[in-house]
C-alpha cells in the first residue's frame, strides 16, 4: 500500500510504506496509473511514508531520518538531515518553505518511552539543502500534516503508545 499517491504534472508517485529487514528504499512512477517504473533510492532499509511536490520538486522522506528530492519523478537524490533517529511520516509545503516532521524512530518504543527526547521537525526555505531544526511538545509524534489559512496544522499524538491525540500549528 502506497504511503501517499499524489498526481502532479501529470505524473503519479508513490512512496510505497514497505519496511522489512529485505526492502530498499523506492518510489513507484507512472504516467497513467497502470502502469508502474520501479525507482530504488537507496539499497538498504527505509520505509518511505510521505510523497509531496513542493511547486518546484517531488519530496519524499520516511523512516530513519530519510529524506530524498526529484527535479521530475525519476532521478532522485538523497538529502542530508542533521538529527537521526527520527521517522518522517508527515510533510507539507507553502510554496516557499518545506516541513518535514515524525517521531522517535519506532524501534526506540519497543523497550518503553525512549530516555531521550529528540527534536522531530525539519523547516527548510531552499529545498532541503539546509535545515532548521525544531521540537513538537516533547515526545509527539506527527503523523498528517497540511499546510492551509496562513498555518502548517500538524496531527499526531502525544506519544505513540499513549493514544493521546494533539493537534499543532504554526506559521
Known sequence: QPALLQLFTHL???????????SDAR?????????WHEIILRDDVAALYEVLHDGQQFIAAGSDATVFASPDGYSWKELLTPVDRVDYLSAASNGSRLVVAGGITWWYWWV???PFERPVGLSSIDG???WEIFNIDGYYQSNGMAWGNGHFVSVGQATPDSGEGA?????
Open 12 to 22: 503519479f508517485v508513490a512512496g510505497p510504506d514497505v519496511f522489512s529487514w529485505e
Open 27 to 35: 518510489v513507484m512512477v507512472s504516467v497513467d496509473g497502470h502502469s
Open 112 to 114: 518503553g518511552t525512549p
Open 128 to 130: 532541503g539543502a539546509t
Open 167 to 171: 493537534i499543532y500549528t504554526w506559521d
